[in-house]
């Protein structure tokens, strides 16, 4: 059974997360799930740990022994890492190197060879911000793949770019990806 490492971080969008959780246990996958302590803020832990049956990871200080060095564990363990939804501040953090969080710290530690899929969600203005579609361009060159977030009526009124990927294309990506397929 391939692991699958959900990162979810505080977007409006968190919810959607519970789907894509639901969808990947459905297809067989093991599904460890990093919420932000933001992304608390959107929905509990105890939904995720309910869907998985495992932990849901939040603090990258707990619970630390020497035997298992759990940001590395996890890193290791994972087949994938995907961050649904991924917000404009987890862009930022993971182009620049920034590891100040379980979910961060992870994700920087996943090994080059292992996919990445960042699944943003966020308003259209910032999407289209210049320092996040340079941080987009810039993870993209180093190989992270991207699903593009979507043109739709966004939760804030406005319409425009910046809707979360649909649930079942991003779980389609997963297992495509995991077979090996572009
Ligand atoms: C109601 C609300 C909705 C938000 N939705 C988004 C969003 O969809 N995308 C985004 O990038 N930031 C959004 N934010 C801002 C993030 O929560 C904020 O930048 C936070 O620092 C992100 O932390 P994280 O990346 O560690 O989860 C929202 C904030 C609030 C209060």
Same mark, same amino acid.
């Given at each position: 059974?391939?692991?699958?490492?959900?990162?979810?971080?505080?977007?409006?969008?968190?919810?959607?997360?519970?789907?894509?959780?639901?969808?990947?246990?459905?297809?067989?996958?093991?599904?460890?799930?990093?919420?932000?302590?933001?992304?608390?803020? $959107?929905?509990?832990?105890?939904?995720? =740990?309910?869907?998985?049956?495992?932990?849901?990871?939040?603090?990258? $200080?707990?619970?630390? $022994?020497?035997?298992?060095?759990?940001?590395?564990?996890?890193?290791?363990?994972?087949?994938?890492?995907?961050?649904?939804?991924?917000?404009?501040?987890?862009?930022?953090?993971?182009?620049?190197?920034?590891? #100040? #969080?379980?979910?961060?710290?992870?994700?920087?530690?996943?090994?080059?060879?292992?996919?990445?899929?960042?699944?943003?969600?966020?308003?259209t203005?910032?999407?289209?911000?210049?320092?996040? =579609?340079?941080?987009?361009?810039?993870?993209?060159?180093?190989?992270?793949?991207?699903?593009?977030?979507?043109e739709s009526e966004l939760?804030?009124g406005d319409t425009g770019k910046?809707?979360?990927?649909?649930?079942?294309?991003?779980?389609?990506?997963?297992?495509?990806?995991?077979?090996?397929?572009?």
């Open positions: 059974m391939k692991n699958v490492l959900l990162g979810v971080t505080g977007s409006i969008a968190a919810y959607k997360a519970a789907e894509i959780t639901r969808l990947l246990v459905k297809r067989g996958f093991s599904v460890r799930v990093i919420m932000t302590k933001s992304a608390e803020r $959107f929905i509990s832990p105890l939904t995720f =740990q309910s869907l998985t049956k495992h932990k849901v990871y939040t603090d990258l $200080f707990e619970d630390v $022994f020497y035997e298992d060095i759990r940001h590395i564990s996890l890193a290791k363990g994972a087949a994938i890492a995907v961050v649904a939804p991924a917000t404009a501040n987890i862009i930022g953090k993971l182009a620049s190197g920034v590891a #100040d #969080d379980m979910l961060s710290t992870v994700l920087t530690a996943m090994a080059a060879d292992k996919p990445i899929l960042i699944c943003p969600a966020m308003n203005a910032m999407w289209e911000n210049p320092a996040v =579609q340079h941080n987009v361009k810039k993870l993209k060159s180093y190989g992270v793949l991207f699903a593009e977030p979507k939760v804030c910046g809707a979360l990927a649909d649930t079942d294309s991003i779980v389609n990506a997963v297992v495509s990806l995991l077979d090996g397929k572009p």
